[in-house]
């Protein structure tokens, strides 16, 4: 059932400004100052239709009366870098005017153009409408950084993981990227992708585009192939610098050219420029600086261009509300994509201060130590739930050092930890932010000031003025009003209107932020009127994940609504109902389809398969109606493992120490600061056919760490008490089982004077101890499959292996290869020490796994993220906590064996079923781990191989101690660094 539609009232006209720039008007208000009727009126969508029709060239006229630029030759297409120019080659000849790419390439006209508040008239007056002339603070932030360089050049400017610029050394560098830009093609009104994690080179690309004319496009190297190429291809970007690593992920799509940062010939064409300078006239305010992604209701992002105007004005404003806090500069450790990250990449530059990029792969459980260890900063720009972690990672008055002010990016009411820190800061110190890329990331709230300077506006439906105590709509107006949307006239005449309140023919933004104006003329904010909320820094709408389900071919219907957590983060909750006929379909194959369509913070965090979505009389969502969000899905690692990558053990491959061990056939996964980061698989699985990633082996007695979270989650459920004796009302069969376990065990209770009495009943946490060895795994399987009717196989594909997406993981033997799966074979043949096959076993038990080095992976991250509180973890906190605790008689924990380092917790399990060999461990604080699976008794030896190479390249040291069933490896960092390298 729909929603109600209700009539759209003809009530609009189409109006123009003095620049040819158009939007919609009522037809009963007074024109503003500046803008003239057009001549088209009716209801709203018609007015909207005209203008996309009419509005070809959304460009300012002052800008389109400028001769365009002549055609040149295309850039090579992608595969690698051109041969290189020489260093002063000429460039292509540049346009008058900034042209602003639509979707279909770098047009050209019909592009957004505006002309906001201080936009320059021909001949270098003041467009209508324009500020007060603006002094070097309003200067393109290229021209204010060279100036700073030439002030300062011994100064540092950015510091990051294993590297520092100064303001000199990154003015140098960022000359050369502009040079080569340049003699690639790239000049005035083009536009470049920069696809660049929080390393050396990011600044210096994005200024050296700018010097080359040319705006940016920021990119995530954690998104997704398929979000890639679609932002790529909507913003109009034809050229990309990125990095190898970045480079075979998927960028086949793009058709234009390719620099690859790390390119040997790349940078050798960089390092010819040793002299000289870029040629090119430095950017005009009103050329495109940056191409950022909006959410919107209509289910994908849009790109909105920011000039160099209005990215300057916004970083006029840091520079003087945030950086004047202090000498420290910032920490940028958001995605470099976000809206939010913007003011933190440029404002310390231009103040002069530094800017400190946290490591890409840094563990936001290490975010504390971190800050610490690199403040104190002027201004830190983080999230509601960044500020409750930090508090409850050093508490409020160690963070409230941390910087002279604090910006939280979205307006998110603050959680308990975040008030509490406000106690410490005291007035002024800690910020709201509002901004977006319609209004260059800028700028807060402040209190609402008369006259027509004034850049907040709080209007009715009817675009008046609110008085004081009521609730309006949020509008922005002044020079950071964005050009529009890129290629789409329509909406930019929607979301840009006419500025009754401000210079002649300037514009405001409507934001959809519901504010409510106080009498001291502050703007408090209350909601919105849209769905948008803020995941994790980015700007985000619940329609984008819902597009995603409904692309999914056995969905029927899906909901996604956000929900905020109690420390004020929000989270996406996702509903699904199936299609009719639909087989198959669950919260894992949901969560892989969406992961290869969308960004980290907008896969649904939890899943719930619906009958129906619930409905109110008027056809609406129901959301109070809706269940309660649960069924976690497992979080996509900080960064995944990349197709292609080899792990150097100590320079030699893989296949090389399977030969040395006499080991058939492995699979090794690397975990580093909290992720998945490698999987390699070598040799054969013993019956002809070549290991892969996706191969399934026998886990053994891993099989019971795997089944721990099982009981465990059972245990959050109220299902199950860990400490209550198992009840003698189970069945029989049970019964006997646990007695002659008892019976091997010894495990009886003395009587008085020393007799020995009956045995004591056990409880579950007994069976997930070390007191029953492997047998009781079989008792776990057993006494679960009592307390809820389901068989085990299908009970832990529902609490465990659906929920963490482990698709190649298979309780009872391998995972059967239908509907659809690509037949990844199973190492079934086991091998002696000698590498010898040895003769078939019995087939598999229930409480039997069979599973690959990336599933493990998958859950030993998993139980890392839950012992920290992660939300929407697969077990509560204290839970993990329990897990993790090792007994003092055994250092045992719940299913898990358990080391207490000095500077850490080690913990994982091993296991050796006939001719095979399995292991897992992660550090619980550092992040970093390593699963070995293989088909040979001499599993083990290939164990100790790898650890020791891995520690000869990264000075790690191994401890290892006896357990149950043999020995289980623990490697510990010193220097406290990662310990993976690639070729």
């Known amino acids: 059932m729909s929603e109600q539609q209700t009539a759209d009232p003809a009530d609009r006209r189409v109006v123009l400004n003095g620049e040819g720039q158009h939007s919609i008007w009522w037809i009963d208000r007074e024109l503003p100052a500046g803008w003239h009727a057009e001549g088209t009126t009716g209801p709203r969508e018609r007015c909207l239709a005209h203008i996309q029709e009419v509005w070809k060239d959304l460009r300012p006229l002052s800008l389109r009366t400028a001769p365009e630029r002549p055609p040149h030759t295309r850039p090579p297409a992608h595969g690698g870098p051109p041969p290189p120019a020489a260093p002063g080659a000429p460039v292509p000849p540049e346009p008058a005017g900034p042209v602003v790419p639509g979707p279909e390439g770098p047009a050209a006209p019909g592009a957004p153009g505006s002309s906001a508040p201080g936009s320059p008239a021909p001949g270098g007056a003041a467009a209508p409408g324009s500020a007060a002339p603006a ?6 932030l290229p021209v204010r950084f060279a100036l700073r360089a030439r002030r300062e050049p011994g100064a540092v400017a950015v510091e990051g993981d294993g590297f520092t610029l100064t303001f000199g050394g990154l003015d140098a560098a960022a000359d050369r990227w502009a040079r080569l830009l340049r003699s690639r093609g790239v000049g005035r009104g083009a536009l470049v992708g920069v696809l660049l994690g929080r390393g050396a080179d990011l600044h210096a690309v994005t200024l050296g585009a700018w010097r080359a004319r040319a705006g940016c496009v920021p990119l995530d190297p954690d998104f997704p192939a398929a979000r890639l190429r679609l932002l790529l291809s909507d913003a109009g970007a034809r050229v990309l610098v990125t990095e190898l690593a970045h480079g075979a992920d998927g960028l086949d799509g793009f058709d234009g050219t ?5 390119d040997p010939e790349v940078v050798a064409a960089l390092a010819a420029y040793t002299s000289g300078a870029c040629a090119a006239e430095p950017p005009e305010p009103d050329d495109v600086a940056l191409v950022a992604h909006a959410p919107t209701v209509a289910g994908r992002p849009y790109a909105v261009a920011v000039t160099h105007r209005g990215l300057a004005d916004h970083v006029a404003w840091a520079e003087r509300e945030l950086a004047g806090g202090g000498t420290g500069g910032t920490a940028v450790f958001c995605s470099v994509a976000s809206e939010m990250t913007a003011t933190g990449l440029w404002a310390p530059l231009a103040a002069g201060q530094r800017v400190v990029l946290a490591p890409q792969a840094l563990d936001l459980a290490q975010l504390g130590e971190w800050l610490a260890a690199a403040g104190p900063f002027a201004f830190l720009h983080l999230t509601p739930g960044h500020l409750d972690l930090l508090v409850r990672q050093s508490g409020a008055a160690a963070v409230a050092a941390l910087a002279g002010t604090f910006v939280v990016a979205g307006g998110s009411p603050p959680g308990p930890a975040t008030a509490r820190l406000a106690e410490f800061l005291g007035s002024g110190r800690l910020l709201p932010a509002y901004g977006s890329a319609e209004t260059s990331y800028g700028s807060c709230p402040d209190p609402v000031r008369s006259g027509a300077d004034s850049r907040i506006r709080v209007l009715d439906g ?5 008085p004081a105590g009521e609730i309006g709509e949020l509008y922005v107006a002044g020079p950071g009003v964005a050009l529009g949307y890129v290629g789409r006239a329509a909406l930019t005449a929607e979301r840009f209107l006419p500025d009754p309140y401000g210079p002649p023919g300037a514009r405001m933004f409507r934001t959809g932020q519901l504010v409510r104006r106080t009498a001291a003329g502050a703007a408090e904010p209350l909601g919105r009127t849209d769905r948008q909320v803020w995941i994790g820094g980015h700007r985000a709408d619940p329609a984008e994940a819902e597009e995603a389900l409904y692309d999914h071919p056995c969905v029927d219907e899906a909901v996604v609504v956000g929900v905020r957590a109690a420390s004020g983060d929000v989270r996406l909750a996702a509903y699904v109902v199936p299609r009719s006929g639909a087989q198959g379909l669950d919260a894992a194959a949901l969560a892989a389809h969406c992961r290869r369509l969308l960004p980290d913070h907008l896969v649904p965090a939890s899943l719930a398969l619906l009958g129906e979505v619930p409905r109110a009389a ?9 269940p309660r969000p649960g069924g976690p899905l497992l979080d996509a690692p900080r960064r995944a493992a990349r197709s292609g990558r080899h792990i150097a053990f100590g320079g030699r491959p893989l296949a090389e120490l399977l030969a040395e061990c006499r080991v058939p056939g492995a699979s090794v996964a690397v975990l580093d600061a909290g992720g998945l980061v490698a999987v390699e698989a070598a040799g054969s699985d013993g019956e002809g056919r070549p290991v892969t990633p996706r191969t399934a082996f026998p886990a053994g007695g891993l099989s019971r760490h795997v089944t721990a979270l099982g009981v465990l989650r059972l245990v959050d459920e109220e299902l199950l008490d860990l400490d209550a004796p198992l009840d003698s009302a189970l069945d029989t069969a049970l019964n006997a089982a646990l007695k002659a376990a008892l019976d091997t065990a010894s495990d009886t209770a003395p009587a008085a004077g020393g007799r020995r009495g009956a045995a004591r009943r056990p409880t ?13 795994a079989g008792l776990l399987a057993a006494l679960l499959e009592e307390i809820t009717g389901e068989p085990f196989g299908m009970l832990m594909r529902r609490l465990v292996l659906g929920p963490l997406g482990l698709d ?12 659809g799966r690509t037949g990844a074979p199973a190492a079934r043949a086991g091998h002696d020490a000698e590498g010898r096959p040895l003769p078939a076993g019995g087939g598999a038990g229930a409480a039997d796994l069979w599973t690959t080095a990336a599933d493990l992976a998958k859950v030993a991250l998993e139980v890392r993220r839950s012992a920290q509180g992660a939300p929407l973890a697969l077990l509560a906190a204290d839970t993990a906590a329990r897990m993790l605790t090792p007994s003092p008689d055994d250092l045992y924990g719940l299913g898990t064996m358990v080391d207490v380092l000095a500077s850490d917790t080690e913990f994982g399990h091993e296991g050796a079923p006939p001719g095979h060999y399995a292991v897992s461990t992660l550090r619980l604080r550092a992040g970093s781990g390593l699963v070995v699976l293989a088909n040979g008794s001499a599993g083990e030896r290939l164990r100790r191989e790898i650890a020791a190479r891995l520690r000869a390249g990264r000075r790690m040291t191994e401890r290892s101690r006896p357990s149950g069933d043999g020995k289980l490896w623990f490697l510990e960092d010193a220097q406290g660094a990662g310990w993976l390298t690639g070729t």
Do not use: I, K, M, T
């Not at 009817?462 to 609110?466: F, I, K, P, T």
């Not at 008027?618 to 809706?626: E, I, Q």
């Open 618 to 626: 008027d056809g609406r969502v129901d959301v109070a109606a809706l």
């Open 462 to 466: 009817d675009g008046r003025q609110v």
């Open 258 to 262: 390719v620099l690859y940062a790390d």
């Open 135 to 140: 002094g070097s603070g309003r200067q393109p």
């Open 764 to 776: 579950p946490a007994d069976l997930l101890g070390n007191r029953f060895g492997e047998a009781g």
């Open 808 to 819: 190649d993981s298979c309780f009872g033997g391998p995972p059967p290869r239908s509907a």
